[in-house]
């Protein structure tokens, strides 16, 4: 590693560990209480975690606690879906125009008749439909390669979680069963919801967001084991949406104040990617309205000012 490398790591660690210390006191927000388990985390967790695509590590805070994924896995599932069907086969299902509305809205595409795009619940669960496998027990496993593929590691689910995922599951139940009643996903709902909740149920640390990221910023290719996880046109689409959709309905804002593609989750999580630079992660569990981390929306908007990382800044730096 070059000098230059090296002094602009060690400023990057500093301002994480700076905003680490500025945001603790940050109390804002409650974390999800959709389903008990979440609502009982511990509020006060909060982790920044970075990686290069060269595989440079950065964390402050609780960087190996683990949570669940939830929506985040919505971007991963589309990538796979990308991959095993292409990307007309996946459009015919659903789109790529953000909502402006929640994630969980009862919404279709009525013009179109498709999911309006990946990252909003209906997207996800058209998207978890197109998994492959003949069988349930083949289409589980499907998953779990995916997720073992960007982790390294054979992926937990919070079997909790899960279980409470579905027995509270009843809008998800009816966005899924409009989509059926439309024809967008096939005859197979409950078994469709059961791998949604499952892919949302799966155990993560910042630092696995962090890697996940720098997978996705790095065009597909691990930067630790230098694996192709995710065909390079596939990232193309992926950090699209991520950077339009990612954000709940705060995509807008998000796009405009910080303009790193992203995507978060009610667990706390937010996964961001620098396209050739690396993977950025933030884990607290507190959210706002909209079902965004309160500390890690501040973290991003600081990281992205100081360091000039929005995608159409004129003076982005350390890309490749
Ligand atoms: N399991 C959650 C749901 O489907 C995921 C939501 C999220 O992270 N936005 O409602």
Redesign the pocket.
Known sequence: MSDERDARRAWFEQACVGLHDRYASLQDGEP?S?IPELAEVDPDRFAIAAMTVQGERIGVGDCDHEFTI???SKLLLYGLALETHGRERVLERVGVAPTGDA??AIELDEATNRAPNPMV?AGAIAITDMVAGATVDERVETMRAMYERYLGRTPTIDRTVWAS?RET?N??RAIAYLMLSRGIIEDRVEETLDL??AQ?SVLVTAHDLALIGATIANHGVHPLTGEQVVPREVTRDMLTVALTCGM?DYAGEWAFSVGIPAK????GGILGMLPGVGGLATFSPRLDDI?NSVRGLRVFEQLSHHFDLHLFDPDRPWTR
């Open positions: 999800a959709y939830q929506s985040i994630f969980n619940n995922e599951g809008r998800n949604y909740f949302c709940y978060s989750g009610v667990g079902g």
